[in-house]
């Protein structure tokens, strides 16, 4: 019998979890598992060196460093290539693909960003320096030493690095320029775990919006091509205030009309009926602009990724 293969996905604990329980940072990590899940996980499958024993009720501190031994099926097949647009040594933004992880996940070990640059650049230490979905496509801005990274993400956090996307929304906005201001949390109101929603109590958001085109698709629907400015960076937040505007995105599987979509797409269950609904097999957000501060110099750095070719393929077949 051929052993199964087993993964060790890492963590290190991040400044902001100072003092959480260990099984609560986990839960916000690793969003869709259960409590029951999580507590399994530490008690059977963590790896660590810390002198002590570490249970659900430990208190993480910043630098803790732990893995997960997952067994795992094979992974999905994913886009492995990228496009460099911009390399100066301390400096790499890429254009990620579509279907592209870029960290490792429940789903996904070698088959990510981070692992194909680190077999691409073995002598850097490339590290990306803000998220980006795995259905988005577009600019990913990543260190190339532990300290620009760090410098990178500084920028990310104080607010310096200006972000534009491109969307594809289902239904035509009444006015060319909005801004969405919505505060945005997890709760307990959706069966995805990882879906956010506008609430009072949330944290602060705001995205601007600014409508490029409209058009209609082959059966009628409005569609349209928006400019996205996302003021703050909260998980999806795109996603989420595209949903809360009446405009979500297409080929949105979460924030999309039927959240039930995305429960049959993680269990590979996707009918014909979902796939026309959803019209593309993934989100269509791309990252656009970026313009953000030079690690080393502090210059201004702008750079620009077009639309892929399969959200170019769907909106050229709208008129």
């Known amino acids: 019998m051929v052993p199964p293969v087993q993964v060790r996905v890492r963590f290190e604990v991040e400044p902001n979890y100072r003092g959480w329980r260990l099984d ?12 029951e899940k999580v507590a399994f996980l ?11 024993p570490l249970t659900a009720e430990s208190l993480v501190r910043p630098g803790l460093r732990f893995a997960l031994v997952r067994e795992v099926e094979p992974e999905p097949e994913t886009p492995l290539d990228f496009g460099v647009v911009h390399d100066d040594g301390a400096l790499l933004v890429v254009d990620k693909p579509a279907g ?10 070698a088959h990510t960003f981070t692992a194909v640059a680190k077999a691409r650049y073995p002598d850097r230490k490339v590290d990306p320096a803000h998220r980006l979905d795995r259905e988005t496509s ?24 200006e972000k534009r996307y491109l969307a594809l929304c289902e239904g035509w906005p009444e006015r060319d ?11 307990q109101a959706s069966l995805v775990r990882v879906r956010m929603h506008v609430a009072v109590a949330g944290a602060a958001s705001a995205t601007g919006f600014e409508v490029l085109e409209r058009r209609t698709a082959p059966d009628g629907a409005r569609i349209a091509l928006v400019a996205c400015s996302p003021r703050t960076g909260r998980q999806h937040q ?17 924030y999309g009309h039927d959240e039930a979509i995305f429960d049959r797409f993680t269990r590979r269950e996707l009918t014909d009926a979902d796939l026309a609904r959803l019209r593309l097999p993934r989100q269509a957000l791309h990252a656009w602009r970026l313009a953000l501060p030079h690690p080393v110099t502090g210059a201004r750095v702008e750079l620009e990724a077009p639309l892929p070719a399969d959200l170019r393929v769907f909106w050229d077949g709208c008129r």
């Open 24 to 35: 609560a940072y986990l839960a916000q990590k690793i969003r869709r598992l259960t409590p």
């Open 42 to 52: 530490i008690a059977h499958r963590l790896e660590h060196e810390e002198p002590e």
């Open 100 to 109: 592209l992880p870029v960290h490792p996940t429940a789903r996904y070990h």
């Open 138 to 161: 577009g600019l990913l801005a990543c260190g190339t030493a532990p300290e620009h990274t760090s410098r990178l993400k500084a920028a990310f956090a104080a607010g310096r690095v």
């Open 177 to 187: 320029r909005f801004e969405v201001e919505a505060p945005l949390a997890l709760t």
């Open 238 to 254: 795109i996603r989420a205030h595209l949903h809360h505007a009446g405009l979500p995105l297409v080929g949105d599987k979460i």
